[in-house]
């Protein structure tokens, strides 16, 4: 069983459309992590949450603690919005990630 | 100011060779963590250094290696290169060992054939 699970896997929007991601988790964390990989590999680390929500511009992190899960959501998609977006849980012990497998975001114009 | 550098982008090598991969972190960042990305496994952790010692390892085999120079640059090591080691191979830096605020390199894409 893999310690973070994302859903969906794949998925694929309108542009405008309001769009949410899910990342659950079985570890006990120090914080948990949304990350944006571009094709060509490239990551960059949008979130770092340990409780209740963060926004960066279209960008909303949430998370629960106490039901272990957190939520990804873009308002207002564009087409640039599109990529993979990776959680990732940092445990309470050791210092290494644990990630999710990723979910594919494709926004049509 | 300048990011995580890693070099080289691409790498093309033959099976039992060895390969080397280099990573510089943000100036003044001192945590450097090293990630391999395949297609079926996904993002996997394989090891942290701070202060020029490894701080924890990931389940890997003892064919990969790594280490941390005194300026926080770190290099990874592949002996006996497999097919199945063909991979992203990410680095991040952080300013301190447990510290969160990882940025992460472009990576290199290691094609073994």
């Known amino acids: 069983k893999n310690e973070v699970e994302q859903s969906p896997q794949n998925l694929t929007a309108q542009e405008g459309e309001f769009i949410t991601i899910n990342c659950s988790y079985s570890v006990g964390i120090s914080a948990l992590h949304w990350l944006q990989q571009h094709p060509g590999g490239g990551i960059v680390s949008l979130f770092m949450?340990?409780?209740g929500k963060k926004k960066h511009g279209r960008l909303i992190a949430t998370i629960n603690i106490q039901e272990k899960h957190s939520s990804l959501h873009i308002t207002a998609s564009h087409p640039r919005d599109s990529a993979v977006y990776i959680c990732?849980?940092?445990?309470?012990?050791?210092?290494?990630?644990?990630f999710g497998t990723g979910t594919s975001l494709t926004v049509i114009p | 100011k300048a990011g995580v550098t890693q070099t080289p982008r691409y790498l093309i090598k033959t099976r039992g060779q060895q390969v080397t991969l280099s990573c510089s972190p943000i100036s003044g960042h001192r945590s450097v963590s090293w990630y391999q990305q395949t297609p079926g496994q996904g993002l996997q952790f394989l090891f942290e250094?701070?202060?020029?010692?490894?701080?924890n390892k990931g389940n890997f085999p003892g064919r990969f290696s790594g280490r941390q120079f005194s300026n926080s640059r770190s290099e990874m090591n592949v002996s006996t290169l497999e097919l199945g080691d063909s991979a992203l191979y990410l680095c991040?830096?952080?300013?301190?060992?447990?510290?969160?605020?990882?940025?992460f390199g472009s990576g290199t894409r290691l094609t073994v054939v």
């Open positions: 991040a830096s952080s300013p301190q060992l447990g510290d969160y605020g990882y940025t």
């Open positions: 990732a849980a940092s445990p309470n012990t050791g210092n290494q990630f644990y």
């Open positions: 949450l340990s409780s």
């Open positions: 250094y701070f202060s020029e010692t490894q701080r």
